[in-house]
């Protein structure tokens, strides 16, 4: 398997718990303020992940060009 495809299912993944988090917050699960800012904190952070991995195949890509 190369790097790409790793990145991709890695990438695929994120956002599966990206999507579960945001309807957690949606549906009002949250118990309390602290574990909303938690949720959005994660939420925040596997965006920020999965945009940097974006990024770099796509840097990785042109640059093999």
Excluded: W
């Excluded at 549906?27 to 965006?47: M, N």
């Amino acid at each position: 398997m190369d790097g790409y495809k790793v990145l991709a299912i890695a990438v695929k993944e994120m956002h599966k718990l990206r999507d579960e988090r945001i309807t957690f917050i949606a549906s009002g699960r949250a118990s309390s303020h602290d574990e909303y800012r938690h949720v959005c904190g994660v939420i925040l952070g596997l965006s920020l992940a999965e945009n940097t991995i974006n990024d770099l195949v796509q840097k990785a890509e042109y640059s093999d060009e």
